[in-house]
């Protein structure tokens, strides 16, 4: 049973104070509209639903939301709608330069501004590659607006010479294969053609598939719609259904801040444990309940994600990809297994208007190789673990399932990178003093830092230590790192080493222990060395003066709260405002 109640209908919508009487204002905005060849009684009191698109040719992995935008509109139209698709901005992951977390922010500020300021009643979110989906979320917390996710879908299964390829996790992969001569580079040409062989996104357990997930798991999304295929028949039919939806949800008043609740965001960071998904989850939920104003916290990720099992076999924490995940159930069966095992806020709501456990009670598990009994899960301690100690007081984190566990507890010397710039120049000199017992060790990568906070925190490991078969190495910065990408790294690490965070006076040299079980990290040296080096610490660049760059630096908080901006933290909502035609 759900328990919401919707409001009374009909009422007055929000649009109507564009389109609906017979005053100059009125007659100017429906006018205009109508050059579109819309019929006078579409504008008599139907919701009007906004489609927010992000596709954009260059944005790949949502190369094909055009086309999905028009089973959307079929949907929307079926249930008495107007459905008016807007374009809004598109944070391509591969294309976006310095890296497209500098502009999720941006995304959201623009979407929501594109929903405070139009005639729209309710949204569908149409998200796929990373970010879109993070700050579309944000939007709409920021507005309160009835608003459904549907996702693009991953993109189909790569193969090369007979092994699974995984976007992103291969690409890492090849390439230390190359630097370690163990694969041509003619080799690793030939392989790009299987990395991406349909539209869609990231076909691993990456950052888009996680937040397809989170989405999910929040309730924001219709159930099962995390996993589908871009290219399979299902994922048009879970438009259209998405679009029927909005229009219900519009009548009845059912609004992000019903769903989106504490409950919800605690059996999202369960999920995310239990699929073994990307850290970047960690920020982007943080920063989507700052809208929703929850005081979610790193002490929450650890507390409820430490007891998870990661049951979810899939890249990179295990072998298979989002193609098998679909087939064998999706994530219903996920959310099931955690209401299983007491898990699961049960009672949580969703779009659908039912319960999330109404959702997935009756969900079935079709290979039990690709989502694991928990007795066989790839790791009984899964989520997030959420590190602290004299090296990041605020915080850092590392994804146990996709780490070595013999470098769960290590202490070792480090190697320092002042920034990416510096790693890039040293990490291919034989002369480089490091072996695999080092700690690598890069600096100044954080949201103030690259500007943005970019994917560079999985350091590639030096040639010279590849050559020895050694595939992992403890590598700790103030970055992030792809969803796709493996290995012990910790990331994150806070306050960042651009602000004067501890990390900034690392020294070549001193020893770093990292103990994941105790939830420890700890830079070798005494108080008194510590604050003396921090004394005399200086930044090592000039803040960026001009544009948005210099928005960015001189609003943007610790990746600890969710690299938000200070001034769009807590919902505003979406009040309609003065008309001064």
């Known amino acids: 049973m759900s328990r919401f109640t919707p409001k009374p209908w009909p009422r007055k919508l929000r649009s109507q104070e564009w389109y609906g009487g017979t005053s100059r204002d009125v007659i100017y905005h429906r006018g205009w509209l109508k050059n579109q060849g819309y019929p006078h009684d579409l504008f008599d009191g139907r919701p009007v639903i906004g489609i927010l698109n992000t596709w954009s040719d260059l944005t790949p992995c949502n190369g094909h939301l055009r086309e999905l935008a028009e089973k959307v509109k079929a949907g929307i139209w079926e249930a008495g709608g107007f459905p008016v698709e807007v374009p809004v901005f598109s944070a391509s992951e591969n294309t976006f330069r310095p890296t497209a977390m500098m502009f999720r922010n941006l995304a959201a500020l623009a979407t929501e501004e594109a929903i405070r300021g139009q005639p729209i009643d309710g949204c569908v979110l149409m998200v796929g590659c990373d970010k879109t989906t993070p700050s579309l979320l944000m939007a709409a917390a920021s507005c309160d607006l009835p608003s459904i ?27 230390e294969a190359v630097k370690a001569g163990e694969m041509t580079q003619a080799e690793f040409l030939e392989a790009e ?220 010397r480090a190697v320092v990178f002042e920034d990416i710039d510096d790693y890039k120049a040293k990490i291919n000199d034989d002369a480089l003093d490091i072996d695999e017992t080092c700690v690598m060790v890069m600096k100044n990568c954080g949201p103030k830092g690259y500007p943005g906070m970019a994917e560079v925190g999985n350091m590639g490991l030096p040639p010279k230590v590849l050559k020895k078969g050694i595939t992992d190495m403890v590598r700790i ?38 103990d994941v079980s105790a939830r420890r990290i700890h830079l070798d040296i005494s108080e008194e060395e510590l604050q003396a080096r921090l004394a005399v610490w200086a930044p090592n660049a000039p803040a960026p003066q001009g544009g948005y760059a210099q928005i960015f630096h001189a609003h943007v908080q610790g990746a600890d709260t969710g690299a938000d901006f200070d001034f769009l933290r807590g919902c505003r909502g979406a009040p309609v405002g003065k008309d001064s035609h």
């Open 149 to 175: 996710v549907v996702t693009g879908g991953p993109m189909l299964n790569g193969w090369f010479r007979g092994e699974r390829v995984g976007s992103g996790t291969h690409l890492w992969k090849f390439s």
């Open 193 to 412: 053609a299987s990395m991406s062989r349909s539209t869609g996104t990231c076909n691993t357990m990456g950052t888009a598939s996680t937040m397809a997930s989170m989405a999910e798991a929040l309730g924001m999304a219709l159930s099962g719609n995390a996993a589908i295929p871009a290219v399979d028949s299902r994922r048009r039919v879970m438009a259209q259904l998405t679009g029927r939806r909005i229009v219900q949800m519009v009548k009845d008043d059912l609004k992000p801040s019903d769903i989106m609740t504490r409950e919800a965001f605690e059996n999202a960071i369960r999920v995310n444990g239990a699929i073994g998904g990307s850290t970047n989850a960690v920020i982007h939920l943080l920063a989507i309940a700052g809208r929703v104003g929850i005081n979610l916290t790193l002490d929450d990720w650890d507390r409820l994600g430490r007891e998870v099992p990661t049951i979810v076999n899939l890249m990179p924490s295990g072998k298979y990809l989002m193609e098998e995940f679909f087939y064998a159930g999706g994530l219903p069966v996920v959310i099931k297994r955690l209401g299983e095992s007491g898990l699961l806020n049960k009672d949580a709501l969703t779009v659908s208007g039912e319960t999330i456990w109404d959702e997935v009670k009756n969900a079935v598990n079709h290979n039990e190789d690709v989502i694991l009994p928990t007795e066989k899960a790839l790791t009984q301690h899964g989520g997030i673990a959420v590190l602290k100690g004299n090296l990041a007081p605020n915080g850092a984190v590392l994804k146990p399932s996709a780490a070595s566990p013999h470098l769960l507890k290590h202490r070792g």
């Open 477 to 514: 910065s103030d970055a992030r790192m792809s969803g796709t990408a493996y290995g012990t790294v910790v990331l994150h690490t806070s306050p960042e080493a651009a602000v004067g965070g501890p990390l900034a006076v690392v020294r070549n040299g001193d020893m770093i222990e990292i």
